[in-house]
């Protein structure tokens, strides 16, 4: 587990290694969702893209928007629970060619949820190292 | 809305962040005196106050006239408990990716 709280309130970030080009994982991401995140998943890879996930892990539907595309690189998106819109976050999908393969990094945080939640409040600051302090605390 | 959400939300405003950064470094305080230090109106440091204390954030007691503010941090685990369920949900779902890819 690694939270990061430089600017973000919560993050998750995991990653693995895949001993395919990234090409081959590009298109496994976007065009095959189904295959690996739920019967009948789709991502369409645009900005504004539809997010739909049905999602075998959780046991439920996402729905979502997508933020950036960029092919073989990078795919973020915006997803909520479909019965809890209220609790959504955004999902950042890298992929770095490595000598094996690819490296494939995914990193969930509540960021843009908070940003909207804040849009309102022109002084927001985030203070992270105060906030992880207190989260350690509460670790304790 | 879940926990972590709501303790997300309570926060995601910067004078009340700055309110609950205060009260974590240890020190209870009043309304009068965090509305001084963020240079807000004591009303204002009231209502984000309540806010912290609705979100489980904040405690308060009366002493004599005064009320006291006090953090409270149990609701971080909420987003602790956040951070390692996404964690482990993507775990599983990029060990399908995996094997999607390489079977």
Redesign the interface.
């Known amino acids: 587990?690694m939270?990061l709280m430089s600017n973000e309130?919560?993050?998750?970030?995991?990653?693995?290694a895949?001993?395919?080009h990234t090409d081959?994982?590009w298109s496994?991401?976007v065009d095959?969702t189904g295959?690996?995140?739920g019967d009948g998943s789709t991502i369409e890879p645009a900005v504004g893209g539809a997010v739909r996930v049905n999602d075998?892990?959780?046991g439920t539907t996402r729905d979502g928007v997508v933020r950036e595309s960029r092919t073989g690189e990078l795919l973020e998106f915006d997803w909520w629970p479909t019965q809890?819109p209220?609790?959504a976050?955004t999902v950042t999908i890298e992929l770095t060619p490595i000598e094996t393969g690819t490296r494939?990094i995914?990193t969930?945080t509540?960021t843009r949820?908070?940003a909207a939640?804040?849009s309102a409040?022109a002084?927001?600051?985030?203070?992270g190292a105060?906030?992880s302090?207190?989260?350690s605390?509460?670790?304790v | 809305?879940?926990d972590?959400?709501r303790t997300?939300?309570a926060?995601?405003?910067?004078?009340r962040?700055?309110i609950?950064?205060s009260l974590?470094?240890g020190r209870a305080a009043t309304a009068t005196l965090l509305a001084g230090d963020l240079n807000i109106s004591r009303q204002a440091a009231a209502k984000h106050l309540g806010l912290l204390v609705d979100a489980g954030l904040a405690s308060s007691i009366r002493v004599g006239r005064e009320t006291l503010y006090r953090?409270e941090?149990?609701?971080?685990?909420d987003?602790?408990s956040?951070?390692?369920t996404?964690?482990s949900?993507?775990?599983?779902?990029?060990?399908?990716?995996?094997?999607?890819?390489?079977n």
Do not use: C, Y
């Open positions: 587990m939270p309130i919560a993050a998750a970030t995991t990653d693995v895949i001993e395919r081959d994982v496994a991401l095959e295959d690996w995140l075998v892990v959780s809890s209220d609790d976050s494939v995914i969930e509540a949820r908070l939640s804040a409040h002084n927001m600051q985030w203070r105060m906030f302090a207190a989260l605390m509460a670790r | 809305m879940s972590a959400s997300f939300s926060l995601a405003d910067g004078n962040l700055a609950f950064e974590v470094s953090s941090v149990a609701p971080l685990a987003v602790s956040w951070i390692a996404v964690e949900q993507w775990n599983d779902r990029l060990a399908a990716l995996k094997i999607h890819l390489t």
